[in-house]
């Protein structure tokens, strides 16, 4: 699986965005998808997850309420909509695909394929 996560850009704090990533391939619905993202200086962290239906979501504390993910097994892409954003959430984020069963959604150990990371910047 190849994935491309587009969307990304500069915002000011209370602004929206959405994340989009496509994946190739004709098994992106037996993947659970995830959402994490990696601030200079820091580690990876887990933003949201989705099961293959889409019928669960998994959200970080620090997000919950804020962000949405989604996806469209039919155009083989996954969303996350980023409400009243924060300069907090300036950072690099990152689809991944992961297996349907193992380590917590919120490990990125989950996780098999990475797409690369597209920029969110936040000013205040």
């Known amino acids: 699986v190849q994935l491309q996560a587009s969307g990304g850009g500069l915002v000011q704090a209370g602004a929206s965005l959405r994340l989009s990533c496509a994946a190739s391939?004709?098994?992106?619905?037996?993947?659970?998808m995830g959402w994490f993202r990696q601030a200079p200086g820091n580690e990876r962290d887990f933003v949201a997850a989705i099961s293959r239906s889409g019928g669960s979501t998994y959200y970080a504390d620090s997000v919950k309420g804020r962000f949405t993910i989604s996806r469209d097994n039919a155009r083989n892409t996954v969303y996350l909509q980023m409400n009243s954003l924060k300069p907090e959430d300036t950072a690099d984020y990152y689809c991944a695909a992961g297996r349907p069963v193992g380590a917590v959604v919120s490990s990125p150990s989950r996780y098999d394929y990475w797409g690369q990371g597209t920029l969110v910047t936040v000013s205040s």
């Open positions: 391939g004709r098994t992106f619905s037996t993947y659970i």
